[in-house]
C-alpha cells in the first residue's frame, strides 16, 4: 500500500559510480528518497549514499543502496521489491545501469558472449524491471503529480560504432523500449523520458580519453567539452520536479550539440 505521506521514491539504478551517481545526487536535492541500486561495489555505493545525504535538501530523507543483477529476473524482483519496502512507494525510476563491452572488437569479430551480457544488462534488465514498475502503477494510480520512467540510453543508439556493436544495439533497443512503455502509459499518470547522453567523462570512458580529447578539441561536439554526470543530473531533476508537465516520450540529447547536423 503507497504512504502518500511519505517523501516521493525513486529507484535509480547502477547509481553506485559514473552518470547514476550524479543522478542520485540530483535526485537528492529533488527531496526524493533514493534507492540506489548497485551490482557489485558496495563501498562506491556507500560514497554514493554520503554524496547524497551531504546534499539533501530534508533531514528525512533516506538513501539506500540495494545490490543485484539487473540481468537476472530473481535479482531485478528483489531490488523492486525491496525499494517499495523500504520506502512504501516509488514515484519515479531512473534506468541508468549499463556496461560496456569488455573487448572492443570489430563487428566481423564480436563474440556471441559480449553480445548477451550487453543486451541482458543495458536492455532487457532496464525493459523488465520497467515491466514491474509499470504494473505497480498501473494498479496504484497517481494522486498528484505523474509518476516518471527516465530511460538513460546513448548517443550509441542512432550513432554506428563498428568497434563495439553490441553496445549500439542495445542502445537502440532501449530507445525504442521508452518509445513503448510511453505510448502504454501515457494516458495513466506515467511520463517517459529518454536522456541520451554524449561523450560523457566517466570510468567507463577513462580508457579511452585521450582519443576523445584529440576529437573533442577538433569539434566533434560543438560545446568543446567532455559530458559530466551532474549534466545527466541535472535533466533528470527538472523532469522530478515537473518542468515538463505536458511531455511524454521526448528524446532529450545531452550530448553539446553532438547530435547537430553540419556542414
Not at 6 to 32: D, H, M, N, W, Y
Not at 118 to 133: D, R, Y
Request: proline share 5%; hydrophobic share 45%.
Amino acid at each position: 500500500m503507497l504512504q502518500m505521506d511519505s517523501l516521493p521514491a525513486v529507484l535509480v539504478t547502477g547509481a553506485s559510480r559514473g552518470l547514476g551517481r550524479g543522478i542520485a545526487q540530483a535526485c537528492s536535492r529533488s527531496g526524493f528518497d533514493v534507492a540506489i541500486h548497485y551490482s557489485t561495489n558496495h563501498d562506491a555505493a556507500l560514497e554514493t549514499v554520503a554524496l547524497c545525504q551531504s546534499q539533501a535538501v530534508n533531514p528525512h530523507q533516506r538513501f539506500v543502496p540495494i545490490p543485484g543483477d539487473i540481468a537476472v529476473a530473481a535479482d531485478r524482483a528483489a531490488l523492486f521489491d525491496r525499494t517499495l519496502q523500504t520506502f512504501g512507494r516509488l514515484d519515479a525510476l531512473v534506468n541508468n545501469a549499463g556496461i560496456a563491452p569488455t573487448v572492443r572488437a570489430d563487428l566481423t569479430g564480436t563474440a556471441e558472449e559480449s553480445f548477451d551480457r550487453l543486451l541482458s544488462v543495458n536492455l532487457k534488465g532496464p525493459h523488465f524491471l520497467s515491466q514491474l514498475a509499470a504494473q505497480h502503477w498501473l494498479a496504484n494510480p497517481p494522486s498528484g503529480r505523474p509518476y516518471k520512467l527516465i530511460f538513460i540510453t546513448s548517443i550509441s543508439a542512432d550513432t554506428a560504432s563498428v568497434n563495439r556493436g553490441e553496445y549500439c544495439i542495445a542502445k537502440a533497443g532501449l530507445a525504442m523500449s521508452a518509445q513503448l512503455w510511453s505510448t502504454r502509459l501515457a494516458a495513466h499518470g506515467v511520463q517517459v523520458f529518454e536522456l541520451r547522453p554524449g561523450i560523457m567523462e566517466t570510468d567507463m570512458t577513462a580508457g579511452v580519453k585521450g582519443k576523445y580529447d584529440d576529437l573533442i578539441s577538433s569539434g566533434l561536439v560543438p560545446q568543446m567539452r567532455w559530458g559530466m554526470p551532474q549534466d545527466v543530473g541535472l535533466a533528470v531533476e527538472a523532469i522530478l520536479k515537473d518542468y515538463f508537465p505536458f511531455s511524454t516520450g521526448a528524446v532529450i540529447p545531452i550530448d553539446g550539440g553532438f547530435h547537430l547536423r553540419r556542414l
